[in-house]
């Protein structure tokens, strides 16, 4: 069963800076340090000279961190790897790829995201993907989690914003 939910946020810092936080460690630290479930670390952060960042991130949950419709699953524990790719396009705009793997679960997920530049700030485009491979309660786990993928990247914009914030 798959599920595709759409995004949108905004945000009123510049793109650039909002760019160069994803290519910062600081930020990243801060970042995980905003989602305290799952023991979230960062497992590596590069960006090359064409300005494409890459960033691999993992949390950890065990089963009684795990909302309902998971522990349908009947999961002892649950390890998420979250791998982000946030790159220039033309036109001034910044694209990402974020793709999430439940791993040794039934369970995927996506998000395509697009940033650009809104007068003096950014605007946030995009769709959240999840894929769940289970017969019968498939269709209710991804809806479930299609919106949690949904509202951690819309999220992201609030901990972005206030780390930048907080930069000044």
């Given at each position: ?57 993992t949390?950890?949950?065990?089963g ?46 996506r ?8 007068g ?22 991804a ?26």
């Open positions: 069963m798959q599920r595709s939910l759409p995004l949108t946020a905004e945000s009123p810092h510049p793109l650039r800076r909002i760019k160069c936080a994803f290519e910062d460690p600081a930020y990243w630290a801060a970042r995980l340090g905003a989602f305290e479930d799952g023991s979230p670390t960062l497992d590596s952060l590069s960006t090359d000279a064409s300005g494409r960042t890459c960033v691999v991130m949390m950890r949950f065990g009684d961190q795990l909302p309902d419709p998971i522990r349908r699953l009947r999961l002892a524990s649950l390890e998420i790897v979250q791998r982000e790719q946030w790159y220039p396009v033309d036109g001034g705009t910044v694209r990402g790829d974020i793709t999430v793997d439940a791993l040794r679960t039934p369970l995927s997920g998000g395509a995201v697009e940033l650009t530049p809104d003096p700030g950014t605007h946030l485009t995009g769709t959240a993907t999840v894929k769940v491979n289970v017969p019968l309660i498939g269709g209710t786990i809806t479930f989690v299609a919106g949690q993928l949904a509202n951690g990247i819309v999220d992201v914009v609030a901990v972005t914003d206030a780390w930048l914030s907080g930069q000044r």
